[in-house]
């Protein structure tokens, strides 16, 4: 017997640490961006709120399609799904950082810092989620039943 609920799924885990740590990395990147802009001046605010939504958007784009994709138990189908999802996010950064590299309005070490912010702030409140959900890691096989005697 576990302390899961009945109605949980394969891709719960992941919608509770999307749920646990989108508020708390937004409002921490937010924050890195007003101080990065009272400190630096207003020339880091655009580098500094595409650092944001870059990060939120990459941290969030992958916990939704681990919480969509995972429906197999099996740590095969769910290691394949999440190299998958891993490859496209980070083809997805090479693209922007194409894009992006050369525009002399992103100051780049703004960029960084409020994106370091975000990443971190995003691993402690999504581990922190998951911590608290109580999901558990390993589910004891169900006995199997006593065989011809």
């Not at 969509?68 to 290691?79: M, N």
């Not at 950082?97 to 070490?109: C, E, H, N, P, Q």
């Amino acid at each position: 017997m576990t302390d899961r609920p009945e109605h949980a799924t394969a891709g719960a885990p992941f919608a509770v640490m999307l749920r646990g740590a989108l508020v708390p990395a937004s409002i921490a990147g937010a924050l890195a961006v007003v101080v990065l802009a009272l400190v630096w001046g207003g020339g880091s605010l655009a580098g500094s709120l595409l650092g944001l939504v870059v990060s939120v958007a990459f941290y969030a784009s992958g916990m939704f399609l681990l919480s969509r994709l995972v429906r197999s138990a099996s740590p095969h189908a769910f290691f394949a799904v999440a190299m998958a999802v891993y490859l496209g996010q980070v083809l997805a950064l090479l693209v922007f950082f194409i894009l992006f590299r050369r525009a002399s309005w992103v100051d780049g070490t703004a960029l960084a810092v409020t994106a370091l912010v975000v990443t971190i702030a995003w691993q402690a409140f999504a581990w922190r989620a998951l911590r608290t959900a109580r999901f558990p890691v390993y589910d004891e096989p169900a006995e199997a039943p006593e065989q011809g005697r």
